[in-house]
């Protein structure tokens, strides 16, 4: 038995469907564990069946119910029981929209849902869990390889480039995102690229990264100085540290993300760094860099309760054109009294 898909059943009463149609790739290796450049998974209340083009059928079919990808062959699948078809209205376009509509409107009534695999890929399980541990554990290992490689003269690009070989040969699919690399002045946006400007002593350097070990994301922003401090960016820093360190510290099950948020921007107001703020807390991390929920008071996920396995950054930042930027991050998971945090404080 799939208890993914348990789950997923187990929402129907809640969202009124008699059947959910998946196109997402990221949801649907989420519930079948089994990666397609295209799918359609149908889930409904007694079953479930993925609709595939030839190129995968052959390997998937031992694994989970197949059909072959085809509007006929949804539409002989839906008419058997007829009902509610539910779909996810943020992934949908409106052409899409009409095309099914146009196919299966006539057997089922077409239901628009926001998001509906969210709540579930918001709490992660245990095996889930343990990959992000292994994810952020070969991360802050390149983080600590990439400080010997620091020398006069050395670029962003070059670091940033080092930094995506060594995950490479240390078992990393791929890179999360293009790490970011900022020397002093450069810290003052937060996803400058990385540039041509070569390190001098006296920088501050900050290190944004993350790399995909087994399907799972990792994330984490370090600001170090090479040689000799910068007393006006530690200043910055020392001050996003004991931020970080309240919000982290405050978070425990049953408040909400939108109250972590607010608590660091008034900290940073009462030090009147009020325009200094950039963005968002921080945000969910798991089979996508950026998952729900976004820790932010003034988001669509600001009323959500934290729950034990959510797993999500705390990444605060103050950011002074002319002068650079720092940010501070981690990657914690909410326990039932209140966090794990991936990596070293």
Do not use: W
């Not at 059909?67 to 992934?91: A, I, M």
């Not at 992000?132 to 400080?147: C, D, G, V, W």
């Not at 600001?223 to 020392?238: G, W, Y």
């Amino acid at each position: 038995m799939n208890k993914r898909i348990e789950n997923l059943k187990s929402l129907f009463d809640q969202f009124q469907i008699d059947h959910l149609i998946i196109e997402d790739t990221t949801d649907v290796f989420y519930l079948t564990g089994m990666k397609f450049s295209r799918a359609r998974l149908v889930v409904s209340r007694s079953e479930e069946l993925l609709f595939l083009d030839g190129r995968y059928i052959d390997s998937a079919k031992e694994k989970f119910p197949c059909e072959k990808l085809s509007d006929k062959k949804l539409k002989e699948y839906l008419e058997k029981t007829g009902g509610k078809l539910g779909f996810n209205s943020l992934k949908i376009n409106f052409h899409d929209y009409e095309k099914l509509a146009k196919v299966v409107g006539k057997v089922v009534t077409l239901t628009p849902l926001e998001n509906p695999v969210k709540d579930l890929r918001m709490v992660k399980d245990e095996a889930e869990i343990d990959l992000l541990r292994k994810s952020a554990k070969l991360n802050y290992q390149t983080f600590e390889y990439i400080q010997s490689e620091l020398k006069e003269g050395i670029t962003e690009k070059e670091l940033a480039m080092l930094i995506e070989i060594y995950f490479r040969k240390n078992g990393a699919e791929k890179i999360a995102f293009d790490p970011i690399v900022c020397f002093s002045e450069n810290g003052a946006f937060p996803h400058h690229h990385p540039s041509e400007r070569k390190l001098k002593v006296g920088d501050s350097i900050l290190f944004d990264m993350g790399c995909v070990l087994n399907d799972y994301h990792s994330d984490m922003t370090r600001v170090i100085f090479f040689k000799e401090t910068n007393k006006e960016i530690e200043k910055l820093l020392n001050l996003t540290k004991q931020a970080q360190k309240m919000a982290v510290d405050s978070v425990k099950p049953g408040i909400t993300v939108g109250s972590l948020d607010k608590m660091v921007c008034e900290f940073f107001e009462s030090h009147g760094m009020a325009d200094l703020i950039k963005h968002r807390l921080g945000h969910g991390i798991g089979l996508e860099i950026h998952e729900p929920p976004s820790l932010s008071f003034e988001g669509q996920d600001k009323d959500t309760i934290l729950k034990p396995h959510m797993v999500f950054t705390v990444e605060p930042g103050l950011y002074q054109v002319g002068l650079g930027g720092v940010r501070y991050e981690d990657t914690i998971c909410v326990t039932q009294n209140g966090v794990e945090n991936f990596y070293p404080s």
